[in-house]
């Protein structure tokens, strides 16, 4: 059973910054050779997928975070981030860590609001 459970959510003006953590526990998964990935759900609209990273550490991001948003990942520390700079409000969400693969697992959400 694995469980994700993020941190670092909070409220920023636009142009800020805030840095996103995603620690992972439980057994019998190997953190190294997971995918895993950052998503966001904003109200009223689905959830999409942000960005993701990959156990040789190949990382993808969704158009809209690209040169804003940085994903990486400690394996030691069974912890991937989210490093995301130059917010805007359409940023605001709620921003969730997931890990693919056989113990495709989700964590709980950490809330993001930019204001204006």
């Known amino acids: 059973q694995v469980q994700l459970v993020e941190s670092g959510g909070g409220l920023v003006q636009a142009g800020g910054s805030l840095r996103l953590s995603c620690a992972a526990s439980?057994?019998?998964?190997?953190?190294?050779?997971?995918?895993m990935g950052w998503y966001r759900q904003a109200p009223g609209k689905q959830r999409e997928l942000v960005a993701t990273?990959?156990?040789?550490?190949?990382?993808n991001y969704a158009d809209s975070v690209k040169g804003r948003f940085t994903v990486s990942r400690d394996n030691g520390k069974k912890t991937v981030y989210l490093q995301m700079n130059s917010l805007k409000p359409e940023d605001t969400a709620v921003y969730y860590c997931?890990?693919?693969?056989?113990?495709?697992?989700w964590g709980q959400g950490t809330q993001v609001t930019v204001s204006s």
């Open positions: 997931r890990m693919f693969g056989r113990y495709d697992s």
């Open positions: 990273s990959t156990s040789t550490e190949t990382i």
């Open positions: 439980g057994s019998p998964f190997i953190f190294s050779v997971n995918t």
